[in-house]
């Protein structure tokens, strides 16, 4: 089963929550998405949230549809597109961005739970987790559960990893606040007997031809990007967090 990660969806006329390159690379156009969404219904596909994988309720092909931030396009945009197709997705907000300009209100994230949308969380204030000492990653991790919860009114099952920095001691405490799962950004498919700790997750980035989406749903043709990110992660622990961001946002706007 391929996971999806997308993030904010550009409207014209609209400001994105940020601009820098590092950023834009992930927003899609609202007309990429649906594209996205109709080759997943002609294909058969149907689209599902977290829980919905892990206990097995699916009926032929499906792929798992996540985002990431928690934007306010995920309601304003994204929901009325997948619930046009009958399709489903977990929404991984960042409980301290709540209220910002251009991402969810509490009311917003209630009324994402209220339409039938899961809500997962995305750390409290988007650090780089695998770095942080004990007591960051508790307001991380499980401070920002807690606080989730209180909003939308339910429980919160689902965690994923800000910047795709995972590590054991982040899935520890991870599964002792109470997750049922984590997800990364770790390039791959999931089966059954993957560890629902360390679960991997496709980043679908602006300008994506529809072939090689249609091959991603399949869980095709991801072998390169795997070698992408093998590198990337060397780089990142090679230079360390702040270098690393610096020259990628740097080469990122050259090109």
């Known amino acids: 089963m391929v996971y999806f990660m997308y993030h904010e969806l550009e409207l014209p006329g609209r400001s994105l929550c940020q601009g820098e390159p590092g950023y834009v690379r992930y927003v899609l156009r609202k007309d990429e998405f ?46 009325p597109l997948l619930l046009s197709r009958g399709f489903n997705a977990t929404f991984y907000l960042v409980t301290g ?22 809500i997962g969380c995305h750390s409290m204030t988007h650090s780089y987790l695998s770095g942080l000492a004990e007591r960051e990653l508790q307001v991380e991790v499980v401070e ?62 602006r300008g994506l031809a529809p072939t090689d989406f249609v091959r991603i749903s399949e869980g095709r043709g991801l072998g390169l990007q795997r070698l992408a990110q093998s590198v990337r992660s060397t780089a990142q622990r090679a230079l360390g967090d702040s270098r690393y961001d610096r020259l990628r946002s740097a080469w990122l706007g050259r090109s």
Request: proline share 2%; with cysteine.
């Open 34 to 79: 649906e594209t996205q969404l109709a080759l997943l219904d002609e294909q058969g596909f149907q689209a599902i949230n977290v829980s919905q994988d892990r206990s097995g309720d699916r009926a032929g092909r499906g792929v798992v549809v996540t985002f990431d931030d928690g934007c306010e396009t995920d309601l304003t945009v994204a929901a």
């Open 97 to 118: 961005f709540l209220g910002r300009p251009g991402y969810l209100s509490g009311a917003q994230a209630e009324e994402l739970c209220r339409l039938g949308f899961e």
């Open 144 to 205: 920002a559960k807690y606080r989730l919860e209180q909003v939308v009114g339910r429980r919160v099952d689902h965690f994923s990893c800000p910047g795709g920095r995972w590590s054991r001691k982040v899935a520890r405490v991870a599964q002792q606040a109470g997750y049922r799962t984590v997800g990364t950004s770790k390039v791959g498919t999931n089966s059954v007997r993957s560890d629902p700790f360390c679960l991997a997750r496709v980043a679908i980035l």
